[in-house]
């Protein structure tokens, strides 16, 4: 742990205020870790992940499962971890990463940072 130090004589910031940290280098002799224990949304969470992406689709597939939910509540809007928890089956992170593949691909929507809804219907404009 060391202190931080003006470079320049000519700085604009003057002399470094007194703020609690030490004037010369010095060296860590411990440390005390605190272990939290995770909270219960965190732990409804699954430790593992399937990896899905190869599997042949089926209605019990996460992506099929994804879609019944979101389109049986089209007016709802799915947070990741609200998605994650109800599968069951998926780490946060694994959920995040489908979640953006498959709103790139067009199958849902995201509506804002981590929050997903049915993908709207396109309207086919016809040629005449």
Same mark, same amino acid.
């Given at each position: 742990?060391?202190?931080?130090? =003006?470079?320049? +004589? &000519? ?6 205020? !007194?703020?609690? *940290?030490? /004037? ?10 605190? =272990?939290?224990? +995770? &909270? ?6 699954? !430790?593992?992940? *399937?990896? /899905? ?76």
């Amino acid at each position: 742990m060391s202190t931080r130090k =003006v470079k320049s +004589p &000519t700085c604009r910031y003057g002399v470094r205020l !007194d703020d609690g *940290r030490p /004037d010369s280098s010095r060296t860590i002799t411990d440390l005390d870790i605190t =272990v939290l224990a +995770p &909270t219960a949304e965190e732990r409804l969470l699954s !430790d593992v992940s *399937r990896d /899905d992406r190869h599997a042949h689709r089926s209605p019990h597939s996460r992506r099929e499962r994804v879609l019944h939910l979101l389109q049986s509540h089209p007016q709802r809007r799915w947070s990741t971890h609200e998605l994650a928890q109800h599968l069951g089956d998926i780490t946060l992170g694994t959920m995040y990463r489908q979640l953006s593949r498959w709103s790139k691909d067009g199958h849902i929507t995201k509506t804002g940072l981590g929050i997903y809804t049915a993908a709207t219907p396109t309207p086919i404009n016809s040629l005449a």
